[in-house]
């Protein structure tokens, strides 16, 4: 069951969301006969913008890196999950080994891999860390502000077969998401590994999602019969950019202006009054970089240095080559008057909880995931567990209902991905 949260929304719930609520059992029932043909992710984290015409998909992450930011009391939700993906992917597991990124000095990532080393534990698994530095040759343990400890330790391998002293995994799960390329050591492995290697950046790419997402939001608006539109960013690509040395610019910048074109024509069929823009972004990467907003064609063309430097690498270090040009959705959800956005999470194909990611020095058609973000959770609503119950659809705990939906949409889109990505 999708857990109902309270949010900072207090409004009457707008026309797109109350038309959810009401489709509710033909909603579930489309999801469920999906999920029959489609294998869910083992987890992920899809960030969503509410503009209150529409309600979309961002960006959708399959190594989510934020499960410390869930309000612990979601802890029973997520174990209960993870039994079911572990289950799924690998029925006999008693021992996993988790591979999580390079961020020795990141606190915050640090205390998400705690927060998922509990759930996993709690699931009834053996867990231990393994870290692909170089610089760990012996077990190194971290203490974190919230109390809890991890212990990085060196992974050696033999044969086909990743080991830790005195620990044979069943089953490798990532919380890496392989940007800077597929390790050695990664390569023709026995055991599973989960999500499995072509989820990372280095094979996976946003246009291929959302192309997949579009395929899911088509056939989903038949269903409830509403315009695709108003669950779905359109978008483009551009392949051949180098912003260095302004190669592409041309390309760029006439898909720019096609798309601004589409999106002016839908706002003036909903009666729409704000200016459209898109977000050109790395159509490979997370942690917010290689991205920049745009409402006019020109403003790709003769960028400056600091404009360039910024949109032509990526974490790790990877230069941009390839674009995807997205609609921007602005988000006119708000937090203690800083603009907020929704981050849903989840595992195997259940919503497991979320949160606002806030940032107090963005506006509403601005990437939030950047630096001075921060993170205000979810929390359960006690009193309400069905979002048709008797505090009425105007409920603040039913907006999250909207979320969860477009959220497995995204979630579906990304199981259909991966099947197509692992022909």
């Known amino acids: 069951m999708v857990p109902h949260l309270t949010t900072a929304l207090t409004g009457p719930l707008l ?4 038309h959810l609520l009401d489709e509710q059992p033909r909603i579930e029932h489309w999801f469920r006969t999906r999920w029959q043909d489609h294998s869910a992710p083992f987890y992920a984290s899809v960030d969503l913008r509410n503009s209150g015409f529409k309600l979309a998909p961002v960006d959708t992450n399959l190594f989510p890196g934020g499960f410390n930011n869930l309000n612990r009391d979601f802890m029973p939700l997520c174990v209960q999950a993870a039994m079911a993906a572990v289950e799924k992917v690998c029925p006999v597991a008693q021992r996993f080994l988790l591979i999580p990124e390079n961020h020795t000095r990141n606190i915050y990532y640090l205390q998400n891999v ?4 509990q759930i996993l534990r709690h699931a ?6 393994g870290s692909l530095l170089p610089e760990i040759t012996a077990p190194t343990t971290l203490d974190l502000p919230d109390g809890l400890q991890i212990t990085l330790e060196p992974i050696r391998r033999e044969g086909d077969k990743l080991k830790l002293d005195g620990f044979d995994p069943c089953a490798i799960v990532l919380n890496n998401d392989l940007s800077a ?4 050591i990664l390569k023709g492995l026995k055991q599973p590994i989960i999500p499995p290697l072509h989820a990372g950046w280095a094979t996976r790419r946003k246009t291929n999602h959302f192309s997949a ?8 608006a038949a269903i409830i019969h509403i315009d695709p539109w108003l669950i779905n960013p359109y978008f483009d690509d551009c392949r051949e950019i180098n912003f260095q040395e302004r190669s592409g610019e041309e390309c760029l910048a006439a898909k720019v202006d096609e798309l601004l074109k589409d999106i002016r024509e839908k706002y003036r069929e909903y009666g729409v009054e704000n200016t459209p823009f898109v977000i ?3 159509d490979a990467g997370t942690y917010g970089m290689g991205i920049m907003t745009v409402k006019d064609a020109s403003e790709v063309k003769g960028l400056n240095r600091k404009q360039r430097n910024k949109m032509s690498v990526i974490k790790e270090g ?3 080559s390839e674009v995807i040009i997205q609609e921007g959705v602005y988000t006119f959800e708000s937090i203690n008057q800083a603009v907020a956005e929704p981050v849903v999470y989840m595992m195997d194909h259940f919503v497991v909880g979320g949160f606002y990611r ?3 020095g963005r506006g509403k058609d601005e990437n939030l995931n950047a630096p001075g973000m921060h993170f205000v959770p979810l929390a359960f609503e006690t009193s309400c567990t069905l979002p048709d119950c008797a505090a009425g659809p105007d409920a603040p705990p039913n907006r999250f209902y909207a979320y969860g939906v477009v959220a497995r949409l995204a979630l579906l889109a990304a199981a259909i991905e991966l099947e197509d990505t692992a022909r």
Not at 124 to 129: C, E, F, K, P, T
């Open 124 to 129: 009834g698994l053996q867990v231990r860390i």
């Open 114 to 117: 705690a927060t998922l080393v």
């Open 280 to 282: 050109v972004k790395a």
């Open 213 to 220: 997402y579009d395929q899911v939001a088509q056939e989903f």
């Open 318 to 320: 990877r230069q941009v």
């Open 15 to 18: 026309a797109l969301e109350r």
């Open 358 to 360: 806030v940032h107090t």
């Open 181 to 184: 390329g597929i390790p050695d």
